[in-house]
Structures are given as C-alpha cells and as structure tokens.
C-alpha cells in the first residue's frame, strides 16, 4: 500500500426534497450567482424552480449561462468566465450533470485567473483560487461534484483535456435521487458505465497490488453500481436503486477508490476523449467501447491477476476471460456499445483516433505510443 | 434509503514516514501546543521523537500533557484544560490511539467553553468551538482520527460518555501504519473488535434496510479488517496488512458506513460503555462479549434476515446461526474474550451492569429497558 492524501471538504445532502438546501448554503458565498446549466432538462424534472425559488428567498441574484452541451466546449467556458466576471458574480451555482458541473469549476477558476482559461488544461498554469461552487446533481456518472476535477473539449484543437485543482472541490452539492428518475435509458448506461471506469482505472493500472482495503471498496462500489442499475433498467421508479447509483458514482471518483495505489493511469479515459473529441459521442458510450478492449490488451501484458481478483469480487467469476465477458455483458445490458461499430466509428480511423489520445496521454505524463494505442482499439473493432 | 449528510473535512496524510508531516500542517494553527500523549508507547516507537521534532522546527512551543489512561478520564481531561489555558496554548497536537486523540478532543473543546466540559457530555450544552485539533494516530481503532466524537469517563459517578461536534472534527491526521507495528497482540486485537462493531451498530440497527451501497461498503470494511487481522496475527510485521487494517479502521467510523441508514443506534457500545465504566477492561474486549450477545437477542426480536445477508457478504456464510458462530470465531482467534467470564465479570453483576448501560441509553435517547439489557447481557454469561 503506497502513501496517499485523501482530503474532501465538500459537503454532501443527500436524498429526496433537498435541492432547496442549496439556497441557504450558497448564500453563506455571496449574493450574486452565475447559474449554470444545460439544454433545459432541469426545467422538467422541477429542479430549476425549486432552486431558482431557493436562491431568492436567500436575497441571491442569479445571471443564467445555460446551454452547456454534454461534452462541454471552451468557447461556451470562455462566454460564461466573461459573464460572471462583468457580473461581479461571487459565487458559481450548477444544476445538472458532469458536463454542466465541469464547466461551471472551469468558470469558477477562469474568472480568478488574469490568463486563458485553456492555461490549466495545457498545463500552462495551476488552478490556485476560484470562485466558490455549489452544485445540484441530476445524474450520477463523473463524480464532478464530489472531486476537484474538469474536464472540457477544446472545439478548435479538438482537444478534450482536463484540469485539476482544490479550489474546485465544490462547497456544497445536493444530491436528490428523485431528480435522476426521468433519465432517459441510455444516460442511466452512460453513468452507470462511467462509474464503472472510474473504479477501475486505479484497480487495473495500481503500482501496488496489495492495498486490500481499497480493492475492497471498488468490489463493493462496483458491485453497486452493477446492482442499483439492473434494479433501474427493471423499474425506473425504483427510488432506492437510484439513491444507490447516485452515492455509488460519487463515491467512484471522490478519491476513496484509489487511496494507496500509488501511480495510478487514466488509460481508458485518454482513449475515450479521443472518441468523444472526434465524434462527440456520449463519454460513457465511448468508455464502454474502449473498457473491454482495454482489458483483452491488459490480459496480455499484465496477466490474469488483477482480473481474476475483481471478477471474483464482483461478478463471481474465476477466470480473466469470464470477467471480460461479464464486463461486456453488463455494458450490453444496460443499452451502451462495446464496439467501435456500435456507436458507428469505423475502423479505419482507428490510427487518428489514437493519434489524437496520445496528445491527452502526453499531457497526463502517460507512457503509451501510438502501436500500442492502435493495438488496443483494434480489439475494439 | 434514507436522508442524510455527508462532511468530513479532515486531511488525512497516510503512509510511510508521514508523521513528521504533522509540524508544517500544525503550524497553520498556531505556535503554541497543547501536546497530549499517554504511558509512553510514542516514546518507544519513535513518534514522540520524530514530532516534537517536527513541531519544534517550525517553531511550535509544546507544553506536555501526558498519562492519559486508555479509557480517558474527566479528571484528566479538566487538568488538561487547566494547563491548555494557563499556557495560551492555540491548537492541541494529540499522539496515540483513540483515547488520547478523544481527551485531546474534549481538552480543545473544553478550553473554549466557560462552563465544565462535563457538560457536553451529559448534553448540558453543545460544542460550537475547540482549539484546532491535529493528531497521530499509532492504534487504529476508533476512528476517532477521522471524526467529531470523543468518550470520556467520569470516574466520580462510573459514567463512560460521549460528546460530538463538527469543531472537533481533526484538522490533520497522519496514519503511519509502520507505528502500529509493535503494538502488542491484545491491542490488535481490540481495535480489530471495536473496527467491527462501528461497522455493525449502524447495519444491524438501520431504519432502512435498502440502502444497498452503504451495506456494500460495511461489508467491504468488514471483509478488510477480519482479512488484516488474520495476516497481521500470522505477520505482525507485514506492513501491508497494518496499511489496510488502519484505513480500514478509520474509514468505519467516519462516517461513510452509515450513509443512508437513518435512524441507528449504539446499542452494543452503550452496553460496553457499562463494562469498561464499571471494571476498565478494554473497549474492544468489552464489545467482542457484548456483540455475540446482542446478535442472539437481535435474532430473536428481528429474524434473520441482516445477519443472513451480513454473513453472506463478509463470511460466506448461510444462516444468522452461522454469521454469529463466525464472529465469535473471529474474536476468538484475534484473543478477544467472548463471554463476561472470559473477562473475569461474574454473571451476578448483569443488573448492576445493565442499570450502568441505562444511563448512557437514556443519553442516546434509545428504547431500552433494564430487563432488556439483562436479556442481552444473559446470552453473555
């Protein structure tokens, strides 16, 4: 088990009715807000109302940046740092899921910051201050709104890169698995896909195997996540499987599933980003392509070990080769592809697709080239 | 699932070497310390040394406040206080297990309070400051490192309390599991027992028996501690297995493992509180005869069913007549007495033990009457 800080100051209030909460909590920031959301899902499932009611009881102003798109883009992050600065916003409110909570951190730095925004997902300049951030969950997946993470796509570079920092750990974030239960099917698969990848990026690429308490809980979130989502593809009213799925993906990648490995690599992501740059398809779609392929590739160069341990602990399988399939059908079930063709990529980009990966790759400090890249997509095919 | 709120904000630095980490992180609070320890383990392992070391070279004034006994005691704590405001000290460093660390809480809590300390632990008043709190932990245990309670005894009327506040949530805490490696049989013992029962108190006393991915967690941490014990009863020197079984014991009281629960109740530890208030036997070896007990009785007044699925998720076993057999399997082979005899408490005593717990059930406000506990406490004979 290898030394680790594990350090989370956001506060969560989790479960039914507590969107409201987030009103008295953010007007502990300040009294000006930007509000950023999407395509207007959060006006159907309530959650805007309820929100924008519970900010000004609180005497909160609130300048609206909605239309923030799945994979979040540098140009809408640029519109919202110029809204909240001529604004004099104090504070940065989210509704919605990843994407929206991304690009809202982005914000958050990007109005502290004399520079271009795109500096902290170069790696031209550290994230040292940002405006304090307050978040509604609406579907669980990327775990943004527990971590100190972002991820945004470059639309000119067709970069997807990411940025890290403490100043983006969200103050508070209210998590109300009612407003999860009219998720269309395959943003239940894309988040129960991605919680999955989170788990299984430190798991499969530890530098240190033996760190038992932690392969522990990715069993038992993993475990979870596979649970609460057949018991949601069976009865989406099904309030306690998606209270689970929704604490699960949060706790995927607040840090707790990956104290003590040491190293770990985002292989898998770097991957996907390059799907999702290039084709903008939905991040968990593209993991869920990638993810298998990935293992076949793991198998061959690692050995069995690790998927042994895991398919034992979650699906109750013996070998490396019966986790795999397990992994595909569960990925299957849940309505995500596991193939290139699936989500209608052809091969034959198979050499600009890692080409593009290997840029995030070089950026993460990763030591992949692109035969390898190319290697591992080819199971994908 | 129910409801609930999810907030640690201690800094936990876990790993090799890490306790002289302490200094630089304690200097953001103040120069001068209340430094509490107890008989003076630290002094043999090295960690006395190594911090007041570290908090010397960052030019922090100690002022010792040492002897505190393994249940700490009211008399210690108030003279503990005494010489926290006598000496201006700003911040209280505490090195040990989880006694020290909880006098070291009530200390801080007690020096910012006009009133008796004791007051806060008979619910006179609530704790809405303390002196910033750092501490290094060499037994893992409690979970007190990671979180806002403290027990303390009061020996003038045998009453083993409690007290809980978010100011006494630890600012830092630093886990070097190479301090836990020379302490002895009966101590790992104790905190592996006691690790299980933080586990158990919420699973088994739940309002809400689906809150899936909370039970996954238990008995993931569950499956850790046991797996740990075994390897460091067969290696103490394995580093790993320490390494696991410390962020295993923190992580079982911090409130992770009762996320979703509701409603729980300390049963089981308001009934040791009686045995180490009355006898001072150790709290893990009181809880390892009291948790065998409190099962049988659990069985009968709630059927099989939590400790079915508990057993099938730790123990691979099939029936609650099975999961009992294997807990006590377990305390017993990690030395733990299992009955009042074992401990040298003779069956007599049940009343006067069960009139003991009365007070501190009442505290919790829990539903249990004297003939009850004397039930319970009946399977333990």
């Known amino acids: 088990m290898q030394n680790f800080t594990f350090s989370n100051p956001t506060k969560i209030i989790f479960g039914k009715a507590v969107v409201a909460k987030l009103g008295p909590e953010a007007a502990k920031a300040g009294k000006k807000a930007l509000f950023v959301y999407g395509g207007g899902s959060i006006k159907k499932n309530g959650v805007y109302d309820v929100l924008t009611g519970a900010l000004a009881k609180e005497g909160i ?71 304090p951030i307050f978040t509604a969950l609406t579907l669980p997946a990327t775990g943004s709104e527990m971590n100190s993470g972002c991820v945004v796509t470059n639309e000119g570079t067709a970069q997807k890169f990411s940025a890290q920092g403490a100043p983006l750990f969200p103050r508070v974030s209210v998590l109300d698995p009612e407003t999860t239960m009219t998720l269309p099917k395959a943003q239940v698969a894309n988040g129960a896909v991605d919680s999955i990848a989170h788990l299984i990026e430190g798991y499969f690429t530890t530098k240190d195997a033996d760190a038992a308490v932690t392969d522990e809980i990715v069993h038992a979130l993993a475990r979870s996540v596979i649970a609460s989502t057949e018991r949601i593809l069976k009865d989406p009213s099904d309030y306690n499987a ?55 590739h793991h198998l061959k160069t690692d050995g069995p070990a690790r998927l042994e341990k895991f398919g034992a602990g979650v699906f109750g399988t013996r070998t490396a080769g019966e986790t795999i399939k397990a992994f595909e059908a569960f990925f299957r079930k849940a309505g995500a592809p596991v193939r290139l063709s699936g989500a209608g990529i052809p091969a034959a980009d198979i050499p600009r697709i890692a080409e593009n990966a290997l840029g995030l790759i070089r950026m993460w400090g990763m030591k992949h080239e692109q035969p390898e890249i190319e290697k591992i997509l080819g199971y994908a095919k």
């Not at 949060?250 to 740059?277: K, Q, W």
């Not at 903008?280 to 990638?290: E, R």
């Open 242 to 296: 998606r209270a689970s799925m929704m604490w699960s993906a949060t706790l995927a990648l607040n840090g707790l599933a990956s104290c003590g490995y040491g190293g770990m690599n985002f292989i898998n992501h770097a991957i996907e980003h390059a799907l999702s740059a290039l084709y903008d398809i939905a991040h968990g779609a593209g993991l869920a392509i990638v993810m298998p392929a990935w293992f076949k």
């Open 61 to 131: 102003t609130v300048v609206e940046h909605h239309g923030v798109k799945p994979n979040p883009v540098l140009s809408h992050v640029r519109s919202g740092i110029k809204k909240a600065r001529e604004n004099n916003c104090g504070l940065v409110v989210a509704a919605g899921g990843g994407s929206v909570i991304d690009e809202a951190k982005a914000i958050a730095a990007g109005a502290k910051y004399t520079g271009d925004v795109w500096d902290f997902f170069c790696g031209k300049a550290g994230i040292r201050e940002a405006l």
